[in-house]
């Protein structure tokens, strides 16, 4: 099992940018498949970008596939999702998940990730 923080999240105006880390910890030496997913009030879980910690191989949610980048860090086993001209529906809690490669059909569905972090806001303001 792998433990995950994230953190990067804050107030940003729209057109701005924000970088959230998640960092893992414990189990570390399998190879994984770790994804951001975001929450909005009253509505359910969905998947943002996701990486094959193995060989880097993304995957994205389309409408955020020219608005962001997911990038690893593997010395310090640090996952980044890079997000770029936000608009006010991107606010949300969003949320790192991580899960064994190899249990994985679908990167961006939530039903196969057992580790999730606690969650960081974002919040976009006009």
């Known amino acids: 099992q792998v433990q995950l923080v994230e953190s990067g999240g804050g107030s940003v105006q729209a057109g701005g940018s924000v970088r959230l880390s998640c960092v893992a910890s414990g189990d570390t030496s399998r190879d994984y498949v770790v994804a951001w997913f975001r929450q909005a009030p009253g509505d359910r879980r969905k998947g943002v970008a996701a990486i094959y910690t193995d060989n880097g191989m993304t995957y994205y949610e389309p409408s955020m596939k020219f608005r962001s980048d997911i990038s690893q860090d593997k010395a310090k086993k640090t996952v980044y999702l890079q997000m770029n001209n936000l608009k006010r529906e991107d606010t949300a809690m969003y949320y790192c998940?991580?899960?064994?490669?190899?249990?994985?059909?679908?990167?961006?569905?939530?039903?196969?990730?057992?580790?999730w972090g606690q969650g960081t806001q974002v919040t976009v303001s006009e």
């Open positions: 998940a991580a899960a064994p490669e190899e249990r994985v059909s679908d990167p961006l569905a939530t039903v196969y990730f057992t580790s």
